[in-house]
């Protein structure tokens, strides 16, 4: 089961996978979005103080508990809050793997509804590199094979068990799963 129509690859600024993906989610349901630094700020984004040059406006401070990038776990940073800032008839639920019961039935489903799918999983558990979080879109399922639209990587193959693990490694907490983007 394909997305369709399907993600046009935005490659991300540091620290930005979720304005990347949130970016290519608004682009495929046509609606104007803004840059990933503007996205990015609406979502908390914080990075080094080292790094701000790269940015046209960026929070900068101590390194949150999970890591540089947005904080959409808080209130005032979350994608629904700002979806309501910006009159973006979207909303965003987050799903623990452990609640979903049968992962590929829900991919499907959900695909089927034209929803999209974010995934949120350690790096390292996944890719074998880099122990941070990171998310990228579900483009597509088939078999025990997910094709995902990686705001670093494109289009890669991953096996669905092994994202599996990599969401529950990544922990409720730091909001590891599936953020599934809907209509309101």
Not at 121 to 128: A, P, T, V
Request: net charge positive.
């Amino acid at each position: 089961m394909k997305q369709n129509p399907p993600y046009k690859p935005i490659k991300q600024k540091p620290y930005c996978c979720v304005p990347a993906s949130i970016a290519m989610i608004l682009n495929r349901r046509g609606i104007n979005c803004g840059s990933q630094d503007e996205i990015g700020y609406f979502l908390g984004l914080i990075v080094p103080r080292e790094k701000t040059s790269l940015f046209k406006k960026v929070r900068t401070g101590k390194k949150p508990g999970a890591g540089y990038g947005t904080q959409v776990s808080k209130k005032q940073y979350s994608i629904n809050h700002y979806f309501q800032k910006n009159n973006i008839p979207l909303k965003e639920r987050y799903f623990p793997p452990e609640k979903i019961g049968n992962i590929k039935k829900f991919i499907i489903s959900n695909i089927r509804k034209n929803n999209d799918i974010i995934v949120c999983f350690n790096n390292k558990k996944l890719h074998g590199k880099g122990d941070w979080g990171h998310v990228s879109l579900v483009q597509e399922i088939t078999n025990e094979d997910v094709f995902l639209i990686d705001p670093t990587k494109f289009k890669i193959k991953v096996k669905l068990s092994k994202l599996i693990e990599a969401m529950k490694y990544h922990g409720k907490k730091n909001r590891g799963g599936v953020w599934l983007i809907s209509e309101k």
